[in-house]
């Protein structure tokens, strides 16, 4: 688990904000502000934050839905704008949050599982058949389900055959965007088990994004913790949920009791309201609601550094 499927390097994204008295100042959202992280194969990477911190923005940027600003993508040691969208569909899928919108209504399941397959004539029309019921299967459905529309299906169905399409071109890395929080608790722990069972399988990688910490430390072999649109905290999930360091983790994690997605935790609560990403506090980004904040936190931004081995904080405590 050492060679990097995915390198992402002072990665910024900033949108001009549109409409209203600071249209007219070229104020900018920095939704991402300066993000770096590397991904392995075969391995899980848990992007946690509350929403507002960047991580639905990151994701888009790593599909190549969008474009940096600043800093670069490399997806196999190659820049990903340079690999076209169909190659790119290949290599990379996504898994959504909303099983309920992100599968098209009209269409048979069959049909949507085999989309990429058809493109890119990966098969004969058998073939194919064959291959989507295996996919099917893969994902604890049955054959015969690829002629039902998708309103046949529960939530927790439908998640399994956004993933049976995802895995369809046996793609190298699968972004997953929140894909377990719109679904009941007792079935969110079946779906993470069938994605870890697949990973095993296709040797996949995974970056995960969650604003759920229980359900990131479940499924990450590592954890990124994101707040303001930079990265407070990187370690292993192991060293996260035992040794968090980052003032922020640690009130997170007060959230969660047990690493155990079916129990649930209580509601977070940290004093104040996140600052807006138009204009995020000099200094450290959380200095604004740390319980521990000192005199340099409003005045100097603390670099993510290594504070022990194979775990990076960004915080003047350390
Ligand atoms: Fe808190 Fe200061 Fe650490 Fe920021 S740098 S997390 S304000 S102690």
């Not at 990903?80 to 690999?83: C, E, K």
């Not at 035992?242 to 980052?246: D, G, I, K, L, S």
């Given at each position: 688990m050492s060679e990097n499927i995915l390198e992402i390097k002072d990665v910024k994204r900033h949108y001009p904000v549109s409409g209203g008295l600071l249209s007219l100042s070229k104020?900018?959202?920095?939704?991402?502000n300066g993000i770096s992280l590397e991904v392995k194969k075969g391995e899980t990477l848990g992007l946690v934050g509350e929403?507002?911190?960047?991580k639905s923005t990151l994701a888009r940027l790593l599909t190549g839905l969008e474009k940096p600003d600043f800093g670069s993508i490399l997806f196999k040691g190659r820049k990903?704008?340079?690999?076209t969208a169909a190659e790119r569909s290949t290599v990379l899928q996504m898994v959504f949050q909303d099983p309920y919108s992100s599968?098209?209504?009209?269409?048979?399941i069959g049909n949507i599982i085999s989309e990429s397959m058809r493109i890119h004539r990966s098969g004969s029309k058998d073939e194919i058949q064959e291959r989507v019921e295996e996919l099917l299967v893969q994902v604890g459905?049955?054959?015969?389900?690829?002629?039902?529309?998708?309103?046949?299906?529960?939530g927790g169905q439908r998640q399994r055959i956004a993933i049976a399409r995802a895995i369809a071109m046996n793609p190298d890395l699968i972004i997953c965007d929140?894909?377990?929080?719109?679904?009941?608790v007792s079935v969110q722990a079946q779906v993470l088990n069938l994605l870890k069972s697949i990973q095993k399988e296709f040797d996949l990688s995974y970056v995960f994004i969650s604003h759920d910490l229980s359900v990131v430390s479940h499924i990450s072999d590592r954890i990124a913790v994101m707040y303001l649109g930079q990265l407070m905290e990187l370690t292993t999930a192991e060293k996260l949920y035992?040794?968090?360091?980052?003032p922020y983790t640690q009130i997170l994690l007060?959230?969660?009791?047990?690493?155990?997605?079916a129990m649930q935790g209580e509601d977070v609560i940290i004093e104040g309201d996140m600052p807006s990403p138009i204009s995020p506090p000099n200094g450290c980004p959380f200095h604004t609601r740390?319980?521990?904040?000192?005199?340099i936190c409003s005045n100097e931004k603390p670099e993510l550094k290594?504070?022990?081995?194979q775990h990076k904080v960004a915080c003047h405590l350390y």
């Open positions: 104020a900018t959202v920095k939704a991402v929403s507002g911190c960047g990903l704008d340079d690999w599968l098209n209504p009209r269409q048979r459905l049955r054959p015969e389900h690829h002629k039902r529309y998708p309103h046949e299906f529960s929140e894909p377990v929080s719109a679904l009941d035992h040794n968090p360091m980052h007060e959230a969660v009791p047990i690493p155990d997605p740390c319980p521990r904040v000192m005199d290594e504070a022990e081995e």
